[in-house]
């Protein structure tokens, strides 16, 4: 089945990966901007990041008839210095234009706290001026459901914020609702021990439908697996679920949102189905 | 809402695969025990009693995973901002305030 993993992170994974996803069908890839397993330390080491993920990996996974998008911020953890934090953000705009950009993520919450709170807002803000969509990452373990509340009351702020085109990620059986019901994307990933599994996630879709809701690998330099999106599609397979709705949420749903930014090309792949 | 595939029992995969999360549960709980340092120490740590209380609403029907995970998360306040918090940074009048 061709499938869209809309949020990995192909700067940490080598290139055999691109063949196996190839492989597996995927016909694209969204890769959010993340903290890099490392502090960097200049708004420049940030621009280099960004050039990565808007001119290197595109290249690389078309050698595979993979379509990469890319997502641009700086993340919650290094939000953490916001005086560097700043100095990125100002850089942002100069890689908004770039034609594989489909907006400003992933931003959130880690800690929970002010700092990263702060240059949380300064970023929506950033989006809701250039009009981009927004992935937002939400915290880990017992973080998550505080954060993801803090993240939903500081969109309040954002009344006219277009709620269809911003993703809360990282949702599990505790914050899915929240997500869902005030009108954003929910993202399901699946990532061993701290996340969501393909089983879980496939309860999800039953307890919730398969309207606005995403499936990821976020597959990155930690112990994760690129190929998380076609175990969820074997999992809700042997569950008995129909093809039409495994497609809706592995093509259909990512592909919906992406078109929700205007510089969106569709993967070469599915233009050349005719 | 979703149409569900419907099974009339328990599935014998389905058994095997819950017995098998509960031996391993199980184990994992006699293995720290017996790693534990003597004097009350594991007693004595938040987290263990956090996981015993998770085993014991393991029992209750309904929603556990909701219930459990709620139990494993810090409290929301509703009221975090109001002792000056984190205010929108930029220009006043981006986004219709
Ligand atoms: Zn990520």
Known sequence: MNYVDP??????????????????????????AFWAGFDRRSADGFRDYFRQITEVEPKRAAGYGIAHYSWLCINAKEAEDVKLARDVIAAIPEFLGASNVLGIGEIGLNKNTRNEATVFLEQVELAVQHDETILIHTPHLADKLRGTRMILDMLADFPRLDRGRVVIDHVEEHTIRHALDAGYWAGMTLYPVTKCSPERACDMVERYGSERLLVNSAGDWGPSRPVAVPDFIVAMRARGHAESLIETIVLGNPLALFQRCRRYVPPPRLSARG | ???????????????????????????????????????????????????????????????RVDDIQQLFSDAYEPGWRKDGGPRLAGSPNCCGQ
């Open chain 1, 7 to 32: 949020h990995i992170h192909m700067v940490s994974r080598v290139t055999d990966d691109y063949e196996t996803l190839a492989r597996m069908g995927c016909v694209a890839v969204s890769e959010p």
């Open chain 2, 1 to 63: 809402m979703l149409g569900l595939p419907m099974h009339p029992s328990l599935s014998d995969q389905r058994f095997l695969a819950i017995r098998s999360l509960i031996v391993e549960l199980a184990a994992g709980l006699d293995r720290t025990e017996r790693h534990a340092a003597a004097g009350g120490v594991l007693e004595a740590d938040p987290r263990w009693r956090l996981l015993a209380e998770a085993v014991e609403r393991l029992t209750r029907p309904g929603h």
